[in-house]
C-alpha cells in the first residue's frame, strides 16, 4: 500500500546533539512538508520541498536543516541549535496542483532527556 | 502564520449528537480543507471544498463555505465514540508555490464523544 513512513516513532535527545528524522514516500508526490506540533497546538510548517533539490524554510525553520536528494526522501535534522525541540514532528506530501490533499505520516515523538 | 482559526477550541457532546465546528479565514483561498486527527496520530484528510463550492458531502460530514464570510463549518452528523479526536481546517492562502500548495492550519477543535 502506499504512504508515509516516519522513523522512528519516539527519539530521544541528549543535550546539544544533532539528530535525524526519517520521512519515505512511495505516492510518487512531488511535494513533501514537515510540520512541528506542540501539546494541544496546531501545526507549524518548518521547511517543505516541491521538487528535488531543493526546499524552502517555513515559519519555524531556525535550529532544524533538511535535504531532498531522491523525490521519496525528505529527512529532517534537528540540530542541537533548536533550544526547545521537544515537539511531534509531522511529515505529508501531496501532488503539485490544486484540489489535492496532504497525506501525512504517522509522525514521530522528539523528547530532550 | 495563522491563517485559519477553528472554533470552538473543545467540544464535548453526546453520542449521536450532530457535532459542528467552524473555521475563520484572514485572506482568499483557492480550497479549504478538514483533516482529523486522533490522539498521537498523524492527520487525515477529510474533504476539500473548493473556493467556488457552498456545500459538499461524504458519509456524515458536510462542510460549507462562505467565501464572502470567509468561513465554513465542519458538521458531523450522528456522532459516534470513534469520532473523538481533533479537528483542523486547512487553507492554501499563498496559491501555488512551484506547482503546490503551502497549507496553513488553525488550532483546531478537540471533539469529545460520549457514549
Known amino acids: 500500500d502506499g504512504g508515509i513512513t516516519q522513523s522512528p516513532k519516539y527519539l530521544f535527545r541528549k543535550e546539544g546533539q544533532n539528530v535525524t528524522l526519517s520521512c519515505e514516500q512511495n505516492l510518487n508526490h512531488d511535494a513533501m512538508y514537515w510540520y512541528r506540533q506542540d501539546p494541544g497546538q496546531g501545526l507549524r510548517l518548518i521547511y517543505y520541498s516541491q521538487i528535488v533539490n531543493d526546499f524552502q524554510k517555513g515559519d519555524i525553520a531556525e535550529g532544524y536543516s533538511v535535504s531532498r536528494e531522491k523525490k521519496e526522501s525528505f529527512p529532517l535534522t534537528v540540530t542541537s541549535a533548536q533550544k526547545n525541540p521537544t515537539a511531534f514532528y509531522l511529515c505529508?506530501?501531496?501532488?503539485?496542483?490544486?484540489?489535492?490533499?496532504?497525506?501525512f505520516g504517522s509522525g514521530t515523538r522528539l523528547t530532550v532527556v | 502564520s495563522q491563517q485559519g482559526e477553528e472554533d470552538p477550541q473543545a467540544l464535548s457532546i453526546q453520542e449521536g449528537e450532530n457535532a459542528t465546528m467552524n473555521c475563520s479565514y484572514k485572506?482568499?483561498?483557492?480550497?479549504l480543507q478538514w483533516y482529523r486527527q486522533n490522539s498521537g496520530r498523524g492527520l487525515v484528510h477529510l474533504i476539500l471544498i473548493r473556493s467556488n463550492e457552498r456545500e459538499k458531502h461524504s458519509g456524515r460530514l458536510r462542510v460549507t463555505l462562505d467565501t464572502s464570510k470567509k468561513s465554513s463549518s465542519l458538521l458531523i452528523t450522528a456522532s459516534r465514540a470513534a469520532d473523538t479526536a481533533s479537528y483542523f481546517c486547512?487553507?492554501?492562502?499563498?496559491?501555488?508555490?512551484?506547482?503546490?500548495?503551502?497549507?496553513?492550519f488553525g488550532q483546531g477543535t478537540r471533539l469529545t464523544i460520549n457514549p
Open positions: 486547512a487553507t492554501d492562502a499563498e496559491g501555488l508555490i512551484q506547482g503546490a500548495q503551502k497549507l496553513v
Open positions: 505529508a506530501s501531496t501532488p503539485r496542483g490544486f484540489d489535492y490533499g496532504y497525506t
Open positions: 485572506t482568499s483561498i483557492n480550497n
